[in-house]
């Protein structure tokens, strides 16, 4: 079986080492526009910053070593140009020497990623200007700012790539501001949760400033300023990272089914309308686990499980791929951000009828040294308690969070399925009851009643509901200028507060409120709500009574 793959890194490379395992009669060559394969894209931030020292590192094979490990062929600087599928072939040209050649397959792999978008705006070709894609272009970013000849930099875009960079360009001591023109950074998080972030960034030196358009660059020779639908920003250096375009071009005249932004459509066999030739990574579109709609799911993790499954299906197997969930994970400065699955916006689209909550739960036993919060927000369906996704901040390890997330979606499990799990415990790793366990019991606990909340978001809209007191439920009077109640004085009728009287409980954390509200109910108190998220992550609380 001679079968030729367009594209080298992660979806390609996969691909041809394990269909190698699998049949080793295989004539598997790979066929890439660049010089280097298999290489760690996501770790470019971390190069810039230093985090990851060599650029050795990032590549994780070379072609002649690939090769070696593999038994497949791998050309670089091959650039295929159009795919004749009657004659089972494609045309090709070497972007060194210019000559073109034809390769035929038995089975064509459709591996060829995507490249980021770069808009035509006036002062494009200025120097200073970097993308965050190859190797290379991480060198390029890496040395201007080994110069010393950065000092501001503009990183447009606050998707995760773009915000890895600015920590990174920030850990530098680079003056740091990121714009997008989306209303909230970081995709597929809540508003109020993206809010939290931009807030804890600007506290961190990275301004973020959201609702702005790039416009175009300003400066003689090299970039000197940022036009922006706002102002004009000075930069030394900026960092486009505002998105990618799927490298589909060629096929163009092919007959291979494309969906409306011009990735590969494919079944869940990653076959396309050809029989003959499939197609996966970031050029490919694939299906959400959950729905089975399409997804773009342009990520390493999703390009290596593919590849993997394909191999085997190419070797004769028949295994389908379930789909993707969305799930990230991201580092900023002092602050891990993870999400999987859907957000309420999105489930309500999918038909679910979703209802959430946001904790703020210890990471692991309070006493441990390092101990900090995970800032959780937890969804799921109404009627049937089906977990529906998850959203993490914290210092933590939010990725254990997100986890056992995906496993749970993988396995359509209902809150009821998660709440006794047997999960790990020690001091220095979890609290007696997980995290994400204490996350699932309040989601119940408010879904049957017995928690009765605003949500930060109702709060960040409407403030204090109409006709409701703020009350200070912590464990000591935190809230200047709002009336207090102790817990444990609470042994009946409160003094100066009628049963029927209408009260927002606040604390540091949410716990506390929600034990003084059990209480409260208990002696016959009916108008009781807690803040969810409490004044860790309410903040405008403080802020405002001061």
């Not at 209902?414 to 609290?431: H, Q």
């Not at 928690?451 to 200070?472: I, M, N, R, S």
Request: net charge negative; glycine share 10%; hydrophobic share 40%.
């Amino acid at each position: 079986m001679k079968v030729l793959i367009i594209g080298g890194v992660a979806a390609g490379t996969k691909t041809a080492a394990k269909l190698m395992r699998e049949d080793g009669n295989a004539e598997v060559t790979i066929l890439t526009k660049g010089k280097d394969i298999s290489y760690a894209g996501c770790g470019l931030p971390y190069y810039v910053g230093e985090v990851i020292q060599e650029k050795g590192q990032l590549i994780v094979n070379t072609p002649e070593k690939f090769s070696r490990l593999t038994g497949a062929r791998v050309m670089t600087g091959i650039e295929v140009t159009k795919v004749n599928r009657e004659a089972k072939n494609v045309e090709a040209v070497n972007t060194e020497t210019g000559e073109t050649a034809v390769y035929e397959y038995d089975k064509l792999v459709i591996a060829s990623g995507a490249s980021p978008i770069k808009p035509p705006l006036p002062g494009m070709d200025l120097k200073g200007i970097y993308f965050m894609r190859t190797p290379d272009d991480a060198s390029a970013l890496r040395e201007a700012v080994e110069s010393g000849s950065i000092r501001r930099a503009v990183v447009v875009g606050g998707g995760f790539i773009g915000l890895e960079v600015a920590e990174n360009l920030a850990a530098k001591d680079i003056r740091v501001s990121v714009i997008d023109m989306a209303p909230q950074i970081l995709p597929g998080f809540a508003p109020e949760l993206t809010e939290y972030v931009e807030n804890h960034l600007a506290d961190h030196g990275i301004m973020v400033f959201t609702g702005t358009r790039l416009e175009g660059f300003l400066g003689e020779e090299k970039v000197e300023k940022v036009q922006t639908s706002r102002k004009a920003m000075k930069a030394d250096a900026v960092v486009l990272s505002i998105g990618i375009r799927a490298n589909t071009a060629f096929l163009s005249d092919s007959g291979i089914e494309l969906m409306p932004n011009r990735t590969v459509k494919v079944d869940r066999y990653m076959r396309t309308n050809d029989p003959d030739i499939y197609a996966l990574g970031d050029c490919a579109t694939v299906t959400n686990k959950v729905t089975g709609e399409p997804q773009w799911s342009p990520m390493g993790s999703s390009a290596n499980i593919e590849g993997r499954l394909l191999a085997q299906n190419l070797a004769g197997k028949e295994i389908p791929y379930g789909g993707v969930l969305g799930t990230a994970v991201c580092r900023l400065p002092e602050l891990n951000v993870g999400r999987t699955g859907f957000t309420e916006e999105t489930a309500k689209a999918a038909g679910f009828d979703p209802v959430s909550v946001v904790t703020v739960v210890d990471d692991k036993a309070h006493y441990y040294p390092g101990a900090g919060s995970f800032i959780v927000k937890m969804i799921a369906d109404k009627s049937t308690k089906k977990f529906l996704g998850i959203q993490v901040l914290g210092k933590g390890a939010v990725d254990k969070m997100v986890d056992i997330a995906v496993t749970a979606l993988t396995l359509g499990a209902s809150l009821e399925d998660l709440a006794n799990m047997d999960l790990a415990y020690a001091p220095p790793f979890s609290t007696a009851i997980h995290p994400f366990a204490n996350t699932v019991n309040v989601l119940l606990n408010k879904m049957s009643g017995a928690y009765e909340t605003l949500t930060p978001a109702q709060y960040a809209k409407d403030g204090v509901p109409e006709g409701y007191q703020l009350v200070d439920a912590s464990a000591a009077p935190t809230i200047k200028g709002i009336p207090y109640l102790d817990l444990t004085k609470i042994n009946g009728p409160v003094e100066g507060y009628a049963q029927d009287a209408k009260l927002l409980l606040v604390c540091a954390k949410g716990k506390r409120a929600y034990l003084t509200q059990n209480r409260l109910k208990q002696h016959g108190y009916t108008n009781t709500l807690v803040l969810e998220g409490g004044t860790i992550f309410n903040t405008g609380i403080l802020e405002n009574e001061e």
